[in-house]
């Protein structure tokens, strides 16, 4: 499964985005999740999303952004709403299951205060 992530950009603070994850493939059986890197620190989970539809969220993001998936359409989302410029970071889609790990090539997101 390949993942192509999308939707990053500038974004003033205060403001949304909406990232996407495609996927070459099903996403089915795959729990979906996404990650965030700033220049400096280590990779952090933001969302994730089982197959069940099950989410958790890191506290930094709760109440803020909100992660969906669509299977039809091998695509996962993340709803990123009041925007803060700690948020910004390159954020990476990931899809686990099956005894496999995959991930995606980064989308950067710019918060300016």
């Known amino acids: 499964v390949q993942l192509q992530a999308s939707g990053g950009g500038l974004q003033q603070a205060g403001g949304s985005l909406r990232l996407s994850c495609a996927a070459s493939?099903?996403?089915?059986?795959?729990?979906m999740g996404w990650y965030r890197q700033a220049p400096g620190n280590q990779r952090e989970l933001v969302a994730r999303?089982?197959?069940?539809?099950?989410?958790n969220y890191a506290d930094s993001v709760k109440g803020r952004f909100t992660i969906s998936r669509e299977n039809a359409k091998n695509t996962v989302y993340l709803q990123m709403n009041s925007l803060k410029p700690e948020d910004t970071a390159v954020y990476y889609c990931?899809?686990?299951?099956?005894?496999?790990?995959?991930w995606g090539q980064g989308t950067q997101v710019t918060v300016s205060s």
């Open positions: 990931n899809a686990n299951g099956r005894g496999l790990d995959w």
């Open positions: 493939g099903s996403i089915f059986w795959f729990n």
């Open positions: 999303i089982t197959t069940g539809g099950s989410t």
